[in-house]
């Protein structure tokens, strides 16, 4: 979707970027990518960027803390299930060993 647009106030220069941008460039910012990997995708100046990065690092740390909050819940969910499965397993072999005569 090209949201690029010409600015309303001709005295300033340069693209004025639509929020779509924006939104996508908080989401990759908050997922650790680099400005310049951001500036080649969204096909927007690095000087840009870096203003957006100023402006809106409050949203960026915001974002980034709701992202590592879902993973370490995932992290969570995931050793539990491994804890879960590995408890099933100790208690098979405990009771296969029960079973058997090593006389």
């Not at 941008?21 to 908080?26: G, Y």
Request: aromatic fraction near 4%.
């Amino acid at each position: 979707m090209e949201c690029l647009a010409a600015r309303p106030n001709p005295a300033k220069t340069g693209p004025m970027y639509c929020n779509d941008t924006k939104d996508q460039f908080l989401e990759m910012r908050a997922k650790g990518l680099s400005l310049s990997h951001i500036a080649t995708d969204l096909h927007v100046s690095q000087r840009t960027l870096v203003e957006w990065n100023r402006r809106l690092a409050p949203d960026i740390r915001a974002l980034r803390a709701v992202h590592l909050e879902a993973l370490h819940e995932q992290t969570l969910a995931s050793r539990e299930q491994d804890l879960a499965r590995l408890a099933k397993v100790q208690t098979n072999v405990e009771a296969a060993i029960t079973k058997r005569d090593f006389t």
